[in-house]
């Protein structure tokens, strides 16, 4: 009986940390403020742009480009407790109105009407995610990543800011081929 509860503690410990490094895949390092900035430009966000940011943080892009653009955010976040800052964050600028935060893992999450798909995830993470973007977001749609980029899927556009890459492509009508 001893032996077959310490088989199922240490069974459940391990599906909890298996879980635990799920949740953990990327640790929350916020965009420096030019970063966002030359990002947004970059995608050419306008006020008909409805924005997804792949693991928002504090919420700082697409509070952004609600404020400065009058763009719709959505931020898509695993970690509650950033959610809940970044919706303090986006009553505090005045465009709580303008944007919504979900909690949720970002290969299971729909993010069809994305014009614009942000993110500052890992290179692993980008490479995992590029054939989630590429199947399911419609041709035209504009994708800005600070720091990683998408393997060999060459950006239309790079820039340096203050020391950070940032990289952008546009949704081909037919992806590219990966070798």
Known sequence: MRYTTLLITTLLA???HAQNIVSID???VPT???VVEKMLEMARVGPDDVIYDLGSGDGRIVIAAAKKYGARGIGVEIDPQMISEARDNARAAGVAH???FREGNLFEMDFK???VVTLYLQRPLNLRLRPKLLR???PGTRIVSHSFDMGDWAPQETARV???NIYYW???ESPPESR
């Open 162 to 164: 203050e020391g950070h």
């Open 113 to 115: 009407d994305a014009t």
């Open 136 to 138: 399911e977001l419609k």
């Open 14 to 16: 391990g599906i909890v």
């Open 26 to 28: 990327v640790p929350y």
């Open 98 to 100: 303008r944007v919504e």
């Open 32 to 34: 420096p403020e030019p």
């Open 170 to 172: 546009v949704v081909p």
